[in-house]
């Protein structure tokens, strides 16, 4: 169990609808990150949050954004969603921020079907 | 811009066999690179991490990398395969601005009894 906990842990929903998906990170980490699983994609960085702020942004759709709240959960919130969104999305959290010996330690993810 | 290539999407060995699984890696700093084993329906569990200082780099249950700079490679072995080794693997590097961890197509591992 690495600490990080996702729900829902899977989520079947229709095309142009919205969802949330929820993480809580480790105790005492400050950086959040949300990863997308896919078939054709592979793993690909979405979005990194730290103590609040976001800090990066990867290959993160329009349709999608996220934010963290001060008790340090974080939410990705997905609009609009295409067939193509399906995927399993993934939280990771850390303790520092963008440091060499910053491990990112992962959620069990959330399995987002779109029908 | 950092990259990884991880040779062969999937591989195949004995139970009691060796284990090696390719990596590749580009980057224009020193890298920072880690191994990540995906089990069926679960996350990611880091297996192990090389930052900076001795190449060889020993993980959990059994399995070590080396870096070796000259050929831009990384690659994971383990002595010993066992049936609880199946799983995909995944080789990643951390980005230049440390942000976010760039990840290979990973590779599955099967073991066979």
């Known amino acids: 169990d690495s600490g990080v906990t996702q729900t829902p842990k899977h989520l079947i929903t229709a095309t142009g609808q919205r969802v949330t998906l929820r993480c809580s990170p480790r105790?005492?980490?400050?950086?959040v990150y949300w990863y997308q699983q896919s078939l054709d994609q592979g793993l690909q960085f979405l979005i990194q949050?730290?103590?609040?702020?976001?800090?990066a942004k990867g290959n993160i759709l329009e349709r999608f954004s996220a934010q963290q709240f001060p008790d340090l959960h974080s939410e990705l919130n997905l609009s609009s969603l295409e067939l193509g969104d399906s995927a399993l999305y993934f939280c990771?959290?850390?303790?520092?921020?963008?440091?060499?010996?910053?491990?990112?330690?992962f959620g069990a993810g959330t399995r987002l079907s779109v029908l | 811009a950092q990259s990884v290539t991880q040779l062969g999407s999937h591989v195949s060995v004995s139970e009691g066999a060796l284990v090696l699984l390719r990596c590749n890696y580009s980057?224009?700093?020193?890298?920072?690179l880690f191994w990540y084993v995906q089990y069926p329906n679960q996350g990611l569990q880091l297996l192990l991490k090389?930052?900076?200082?001795?190449?060889l780099v020993k993980g959990i249950n059994g399995f070590e990398a080396e870096f070796k700079k000259s050929e831009t490679s990384f690659h994971l072995t383990k002595p010993s395969a066992h049936m609880s080794d199946a799983a995909e693997y995944f080789c990643?590097?951390?980005?230049?601005?440390?942000?976010?961890?760039?990840f290979g197509k990973g590779t599955t591992l099967s073991v066979s009894s």
């Open positions: 990771a959290s850390s303790v520092e921020d963008g440091t060499a010996k910053n491990i990112q330690y």
């Open positions: 105790s005492g980490d400050l950086s």
């Open positions: 949050y730290y103590n609040g702020e976001e800090r």
């Open positions: 980057s224009s700093v020193p890298p920072y």
């Open positions: 090389y930052t900076t200082g001795a190449t």
């Open positions: 990643a590097v951390l980005n230049q601005a440390g942000t976010a961890l760039i």
